[in-house]
């Protein structure tokens, strides 16, 4: 069955070849389980490890440094959480990056000596104490997030790649481009730009803006403005129901904010904005409206990217504004058991995706991977079911929220075209499927790409035993 090439309008190219390479936490059920896996894979250097999550542990509690002084405290170890914005190390970990109790703490950000948890800006202060990848390391990672990627049908993405590693963004896409001219990525990448104030100024300067250089493009300014529901770190109105002194957090001020998003949109830059709690879904329409009212830029495509915890009240404002969503179906795959703990009654206002689409926002399905796996049909299930594929056990989330195959396939073609800022779908983009995507939802979950095609050359075909 042949089917368009998938678009997925928020992902991390880099991050999804970058992981690959490292200890994969993400199917562990308890802390023993954990150390145990580590252990297995200590070597006489710095060990990464991504993907641990304490909601599906048996002991439903943080990875603290102690939990990894027990694997090594002679070789540094680095675990990041599932989502990203949390990590924690151990004390080899803590040395070599120089951080004392006394540290000053980080605007946007927190750490804990004691626990050895880092969160949201506070991370970069163990990243940036880590080796820097080398340009074959680059490489390589580009090499194999392209591979998974046409093996699961996805032909074009918008991916947010300079904030991987602290290194200059234009060694990024230096790789980029000489990878497209060795003909060794085939994907399209529209590179949502995270940079920071200062390297934004530097990134205009020299004339980036909307460029393009081939099959890459220079898309929008991404914004990382709070955190995720699992890491407690999604900024809320009201606190956690879980965590009744916790409110999350902004990772950056109202005017700092605002600064970013004004030197973006006077530029001719659309932003891109990670806004998980209502509270900094809040805070970027505030500085949106605020950058559009002094540009009159109408012609724009902001949106914000993952809105879980968006009210019906934001949803119009976002209409209004003429702000899109890019959104994750997927996310509910993990957080399905912990939304109701975090929020209480609020979940009944969250993850309302099919009330963005039905109220007339630009809804564009992505999967976040490396956070999310990057399996289209996956994600479809779940934008359907409204089920988890690791929790089958829990009931639907608001049922009444799932799309219908045909809209959902839309957002996954169509409507994510104005996020990569084409008008139409390239006819020489195209994916054959082994099952034909009418049948039941269940069956989204065995459907497997035989052959992915893009400008009509076969990139990818599935190896038969």
């Excluded at 603290?64 to 080899?92: F, M, Q, W, Y």
Aim: aromatic share 8%; hydrophobic share 35%; glycine share 6%.
């Amino acid at each position: 069955m042949r089917y368009p090439g998938f678009i997925d309008s928020h992902l991390h190219v880099l991050g999804l070849g970058y992981v690959h390479y490292n200890v994969d936490l993400t199917k562990t059920t308890s802390l023993k389980e954990t150390i145990h896996l580590l252990k297995d894979r200590l070597e006489d250097r710095l060990l990464i490890a991504r993907g641990w999550n304490q909601n599906n542990w048996q002991e439903e509690r943080m990875l603290t440094k102690e939990d990894l002084n027990k694997v090594s405290r002679s070789i540094p170890i680095v675990a990041v959480r599932v989502c990203g914005h949390v990590l924690t190390v151990n004390d080899k970990m803590l040395e070599i990056a120089n951080i004392q109790e006394s540290t000053p703490q980080i605007e946007g950000g927190h750490f804990d000596t004691k626990t050895g948890i880092f969160s949201e800006k506070a991370l970069e202060l163990i990243y940036q104490a880590m080796p820097k990848p080398t340009k074959a390391d680059l490489r390589k990672y580009f090499i194999k997030a392209n591979e998974i990627l046409l093996a699961n049908g996805v032909t074009s993405v918008a991916s947010d790649d300079f904030c991987i590693f602290p290194i200059p963004y234009e060694e990024v896409i230096d790789v980029m481009k000489e990878l497209y001219e060795e003909d060794l990525l085939q994907i399209r990448i529209t590179e949502q730009v995270n940079l920071s104030y200062q390297d934004l100024q530097d990134f205009i300067a020299k004339g980036y803006v909307n460029q393009q250089f081939g099959k890459l493009r220079m898309g929008p300014h991404k914004i990382l403005a709070d955190g995720s529901l699992g890491g407690k770190t999604a900024a809320l109105n009201q606190p956690y129901q879980d965590d009744e002194t916790n409110f999350g957090i902004l990772t950056f001020s109202d005017q700092e904010l605002f600064e970013k998003v004004h030197l973006a949109n006077q530029n001719g830059m659309d932003v891109v904005a990670h806004a998980i709690g209502d509270r900094s879904v809040d805070q970027i329409l505030d500085a949106l409206e605020q950058s559009i009212q002094l540009t009159k830029r109408l012609d724009h495509h902001h949106a914000i990217i993952h809105a879980q915890l968006t009210t019906k009240k934001q949803i119009q404002r976002m209409k209004d504004l003429g702000v899109g969503a890019i959104v994750q179906p997927i996310f509910l795959n993990t957080d399905l058991p912990i939304i109701e703990k975090r929020i209480g009654s609020r979940a009944e206002e969250s993850y309302l995706f099919h009330t963005m689409h039905e109220q007339g926002l630009r809804v564009g399905f992505s999967t976040d991977s490396p956070i999310e796996p990057v399996n289209p049909f996956w994600n479809i299930y779940t934008a359907m079911t409204r089920k988890s594929i690791q929790f089958p056990e829990y009931k639907p989330f608001y049922p009444q929220e799932g799309f219908s195959l045909e809209t959902a396939l839309e957002c996954y073609t169509n409507q994510n075209l104005w996020y990569v800022y084409e008008t139409e779908l390239p006819n020489g983009d195209y994916i054959e499927v082994d099952l034909e995507l009418i049948s039941k939802p269940s069956d989204l979950l065995q459907v497997t790409v035989q052959k992915t095609v893009i400008d009509h050359q076969v990139v990818y075909e599935r190896k038969t035993s």
